[in-house]
């Protein structure tokens, strides 16, 4: 099992210096755990236990079990972890068996006994092989983390920081604001309006979120900014708040990267996993679906569409729908085809890629219209697939258009990949 351990382990209060847990093998989120501990012989508590006869000493073992408590009660099912700390308060029943010497692999075996808000007792046995060394019921305290505030922020009345969050020296935040847990907020950021923040979310210094928008028709009513979970934005992205008259909301999903001066104007929808260049700005009201890329200095008109896994190639303009799955570049942007290394990077299967790159033939370097090559990507079986189908749905449903034009290049000059 692939759990990063160290952020998980660092939650324990007043743990020993040094992380005791090599590895989790198995893992039930709130129920059951194993860890193993491999002692070795440079472990740097032997030389004093004892000269001539190295033996671990058994609060060490319980330090371990300890450890992997920490990450039993604070380790959630999607990866996730508490924005709690955990504090071992007692040990009942205590017991050592077998003296643990270097060489032997220990496995710890964690089960919760009982827990509740702000307590938990969780059983450990330690094994070398299948003989127990060591056992005991651990008494653990989980407790919010506390935010750190900077004493020169200024956090108005009335904004909501959540636990473990950092906010560092003159950061301002609005009375509004509502920040998650276990983010970051850098030196000279301003964040304000009615704007909500998600877990993990990273924001560096002197950017922009939440402000109201560029919009000459904006007369002060009570907009909002929603951000997921996970995003970074870097040194003086700037974030606008939506319009009355744009519904109201600009909505950013999770797991996105904002490069420095990057800009999302208000009433845009940016999805999941999507990565902006240095200086990529939106105009209002656009669409950017799941892991598409706009890349440096690249400007999008109002009500435009990013198709998901779209490349926006760099200073590129964009007035139309950009199509999913391609590369789009240039001033005004052209269509470059299928981008196929990017897609077989995200794990698509050969077999999505070929059919996708037929399609798109029939849609850029036949001598068929839209309308045409539609029709022809529809009747034919060989090419049916969830995401040809999602391309002809995404030009069927285009309001401004779509960016067809093919880059000035013969037919016979178009790559085999693309």
Do not use: W
């Not at 299967?349 to 309308?371: G, I, K, M, P």
């Amino acid at each position: 099992m692939s759990i990063h351990l160290p952020p998980v382990v660092d939650r324990l209060s007043s743990r020993f210096p040094k992380q005791m847990v090599d590895a989790v093998t198995d893992l039930t989120t709130g129920e059951r755990l194993v860890a193993i501990k491999n002692v070795t012989v440079n472990e740097d508590f032997f030389p004093g236990h004892f000269p001539g006869a190295p033996l671990m000493p058994g609060v060490l073992m319980i330090e371990s079990m300890a450890q992997a408590a920490s990450v039993l009660l604070l380790q959630e099912a999607d990866g996730t972890i508490l924005p709690h700390r955990a504090s071992l308060r007692g040990v009942d029943g205590a017991k050592f068996r077998k003296p643990v010497a270097p060489g032997d692999r220990v496995r710890l075996e964690l089960s919760v006994e009982r827990r509740r808000a702000t307590m938990a007792r969780v059983r450990g046995v330690a094994y070398v092989h299948d003989q127990i060394v060591a056992e005991g019921t651990l008494v653990m305290a989980i407790e919010p983390e506390p935010a750190l505030v900077h004493p020169t922020a200024v956090v108005e009345q009335g904004a909501q920081i959540g636990p473990g969050t950092t906010v560092a020296p003159n950061a301002v935040i609005g009375p509004h604001v509502t920040i998650g847990p276990r983010c970051k907020i850098g030196a000279g950021a301003v964040i304000d309006g009615h704007t909500v923040i998600g877990e993990g979310t990273e924001i560096f210094p002197y950017a922009s979120i939440g402000l109201i928008p560029q919009d000459t028709k904006f007369r002060g009513e009570p907009t909002r900014l929603e951000i997921g979970r996970f995003n970074v934005f870097r040194e003086f992205v700037t974030i606008h708040r939506g319009t009355e008259g744009g519904g109201g909301v600009t909505r950013i999903g999770d797991h996105n990267l904002f490069m420095a001066y990057s800009h999302v104007a208000h009433d845009c929808k940016v999805g999941n996993h999507t990565i902006f260049g240095n200086g990529a700005t939106l105009g209002g009201h656009v669409t950017v679906e799941d892991y598409a890329t706009i890349s440096a200095f690249s400007g999008v008109h109002q009500f435009c569409r990013i198709g998901r896994h779209a490349f926006i190639g760099g200073y590129s303009v964009v007035t139309k729908d950009a199509l999913p799955f391609a590369k789009t570049v240039g001033n005004r942007a052209r269509n470059y085809g299928l981008n196929t290394i990017g897609l077989m990077r995200r794990g698509f299967t050969a077999d999505t890629v070929s059919r996708l790159r037929h399609a798109y033939r029939l849609l850029l370097v036949s001598r068929l219209n839209t309308t045409r090559a539609l029709a022809q990507i529809e009747g034919d079986p060989d090419l049916q697939c969830d995401e040809v189908q999602y391309l002809v749905d995404f030009i069927r449903g285009a309001r401004r258009g779509v960016i067809l034009r093919r880059a000035t290049r013969r037919p016979d000059e178009v790559s085999a990949d693309e």
